[in-house]
Nanobody
Framework: QVQLVESGGGSVQTGGSLRLSCAASEAIASGGFMAWFRQSPGKEREGVAVISVGGTYIRYADSVKGRFTISRDNATNTADLQMNNLKPEDTAMYSC?????????????????WGQGTQVTVSS
């Protein structure tokens, strides 16, 4: 059973930056996609960004394009999310997910493993 642990959340003001990190307990073999999702109270879980095992496929939600950057290091089984120019609407619980041959769709149902999440709060 692959375990994912997120870190790096916190509170920042509008325009600030945070870097989230996700550490996997072992290599993600099935499908190979790693992604970040977020969910705020009363809203559905939203796919933020996804990256393929080789890093050749990357996809972002329209709401974060140009501000967030996803990356991964297969040698250390980690995936990071650099978040710049943060806005209050980015406030949410951010979760890392892994696996899934259809992970490129950025749909939660195609991801097998999930972390517990890390809170990001952006104040105006």
């Amino acid at each position: 059973q692959v375990q994912l642990v997120e870190s790096g959340g916190g509170s920042v003001q509008t325009g600030g930056s945070l870097r989230l990190s996700c550490a996997a307990s072992e290599a993600i073999a099935s499908g190979g996609f790693m992604a970040w999702f977020r969910q705020s109270p009363g809203k559905e879980r939203e796919g933020v960004a996804v990256i393929s095992v080789g890093g050749t496929y990357i996809r972002y939600a329209d709401s974060v394009k140009g501000r967030f950057t996803i990356s991964r290091d297969n040698a250390t089984n980690t995936a990071d999310l650099q978040m710049n120019n943060l806005k209050p609407e980015d406030t949410a619980m951010y979760s890392c997910a892994a696996g899934g041959y259809l992970g490129w769709t950025l749909l939660p149902r195609y991801f097998n493993y999930w972390g517990q999440g890390t809170q990001v709060t952006v104040s105006s």
